[in-house]
């Protein structure tokens, strides 16, 4: 009886603390955009200039780029630059993966530009301006894999495809979760579209 009360109480801590990180997580600011079209499976957003810290990789699929490219980032962020400076964290983690190479990317929050950034410690982390684009985005839940995201992006692919829209860009994932949030995960896939409105 009480290895049954042990595992029920670990239990209730368990739902506790996810809820905890999922309250967390909504918190936590995100690149902006606009929706401008909602379809059946995905919507077109605009995507104003934003400021990313990005680093680049020979890496071509999610697994082989994910886990250092964090790290780094991350490095930078928590104090990993010229001003020993934290930087808040934000949502989604950007990542771009091709057969001629990837790269993973930070948005940073809206008060800074590329001049109010402090330096990176990392000569391999690069803060850049993005252009303003427009994208189909398709989302999806769990943890992602190589698997998933390609599966998803052939299926936004499909789409754009059955409704005539022109795809302009390679794919980005898009991960918006810590690794060790178990509920409400939330993924997509961003493709860049010609778009008029």
């Known amino acids: 009886m009480k290895i049954f009360y042990f595992f029920l109480a670990l239990g209730i801590v368990f739902i506790v603390f996810q809820s905890f990180r999922t309250i967390s997580a909504t918190k936590i600011e995100t690149q902006k955009y606009r929706v401008v079209k909602v379809e059946d499976g995905f919507e077109i957003r605009f995507y104003p200039q934003a400021t990313f810290a990005t680093i680049y990789s020979s890496g071509t699929n999610y697994k082989q780029v994910a886990s250092g490219g964090f790290r780094k ?24 993966m091709s057969e001629k190479g ?55 692919i499909a789409m754009l495809s059955q409704k005539g829209i022109k795809v302009i860009g390679g794919y980005n994932f898009l991960g918006y979760n810590a690794p060790f949030q178990f509920l409400s995960r939330k993924n997509e896939i961003s493709i860049p579209v010609e778009w008029k409105e």
């Open 73 to 96: 980032l991350a490095g930078y962020i928590f104090g990993g630059n010229e001003q020993n400076k934290s930087i808040s964290m934000t949502a989604p983690v950007r990542m771009e």
């Open 102 to 156: 990837s790269s993973m990317s930070f948005v940073m929050p809206e008060k800074y530009d590329e001049s109010s950034l402090p330096k990176p410690k990392d000569a391999s982390v690069q803060i850049k301006k993005s252009q303003e684009m427009y994208a189909a985005v398709i989302t999806f839940g769990g943890y992602a894999n190589d698997e998933k995201i390609q599966n998803y992006t052939n299926k936004l």
